[in-house]
DNA sequence: GTCTATAACTTGATAGAC
DNA sequence: GTCTATCAAGTTATAGAC
């Protein structure tokens, strides 16, 4: 974190270690990490490959470092919201809804902003090729957690083993939604092209509450219409 | 495609075609396209390096060739399935949940099988790496679109951009799922590892036949319970 | 068909001048 | 702090003997 000299503006990055880090961040949401070869991000930073290691020391520490600055924000927002609507509720069972809304708006608000956008994808791409490892556990373990723990609140009549099964498979749902578009087959791609950050949040909300309401164990009739 | 000579054993593979053929499944699987070098697969094999240049010309078409002596016969099955489920139905609205199975159903039930498991997690893997490129078109355009207007008239009240959107996330959950368990943060983890094909298939099923089936635009309060 | 040997290039990382 | 020059190891791909 450090300051700027002369105007604030969102681009015209600071210093070479800023430029290095909105290059890497750039280029893992493209291509993710194995594939960003760290000349291809020093060529995008418009800097020397030296400073890469000089700054950071290594490939994977730039990733820890490029990572870590950008999730801390993001996360804090998410317990915050959390607890405010905790709050708000004031005793009373909070909606699957709110909980899940609490979870993925700041994400994607962040992700309406030029900068943003380049780092949720990142994320959602790291966290799907497996590329996080142990920084998975160090930058989300508590978040995980604390959501859980509210899903659980939400939804006391639901198995715990299958209330993780669904979180799980919500995950994926949420990380793929924010990985951006590329190879979904066919001309379906190009009509969700334009699909709007507001869209995709009310889509995944209404997706995801229903599926983690979904009735367990039920009798082949369901109890929802259609 | 080609025959077996001798007993035919689900294990020793018959010559260095295959065996490179299984070895790249495998480490595609583990590690995704870009993260997984010509010389760790041929170590896998334990075949030569130029034998994979002879036999597939260079790595993209091996990338094809596993791809697509795969993907072909589990679209078939469920192509299949697809059609056999829409006759008993003779006429009559088919429920989400079945068109959902037919597409589901025989990629669980391959991950079965020693083989399949690799199989069913490379082509996920590779689908959310974006490795898969043009093949994605390929080699699911048709299924994609046959299972897309399936759900159109599953859910003839749900706006196709809606669809559009929900079939998208959808794909999302199912890919990660299948993908395997690595890197979801936390001890949660460790609790998903032993769950079965079975339970991941009633799960998901439970799971996306709710998210596709939930109202849309609905009001503040829900329609089913909890 | 399978091997060795090697070409041609890219990768992450470092040493040392400035 | 930033550069050039370079290393050592890795990568895909190929030529040619057997």
């Known amino acids: 974190m450090r300051l700027n000299r002369g105007p604030t503006a969102t681009r015209e990055p600071a210093d070479t270690k800023e430029r290095i880090l909105a290059a890497a961040e750039r280029m893992f949401s493209r291509q993710g990490y194995a594939a960003s070869s760290l000349r291809s991000i020093i060529a995008d930073a418009g800097v020397n490959l030296a400073a890469v290691h000089y700054h950071f020391g290594s490939k994977e520490e730039l990733l820890r470092a490029v990572v870590h600055r950008r999730v801390g924000p993001v996360n804090e927002e998410r317990l915050r919201l959390l607890d ?8 009373k069972r909070l909606p ?49 957690e604390r959501f859980n723990a509210a ?39 190009e009509q969700l092209k334009d699909a709007g950050e507001a869209e995709i949040l009310r889509g995944l909300l209404d997706f995801l509450s229903a599926g983690f309401r979904a009735p367990w164990r039920r009798g082949r009739g369901s109890r929802c219409a259609s």
């Open 151 to 189: 899903l659980r609140r939400s939804l006391p009549e639901l198995p715990e083993r299958e209330l993780l099964l669904r979180t799980y498979l919500g995950m994926g749902a949420v990380a793929l939604a924010m990985r951006g578009p590329q190879t979904f087959p066919g001309p379906l791609s």
């Open 84 to 91: 405010e609507y905790e709050r708000a509720a004031r005793g």
């Open 96 to 144: 699957v809804r709110k909980v899940l809304e609490a979870f993925l708006a700041p994400a994607i608000r962040l992700s309406r902003e030029p900068d943003g956008a380049a780092m949720v994808r990142m994320v959602a791409r790291l966290y799907i090729e497996d590329a996080l490892g142990e920084l998975a556990q160090h930058e989300f373990g508590e978040v995980i």
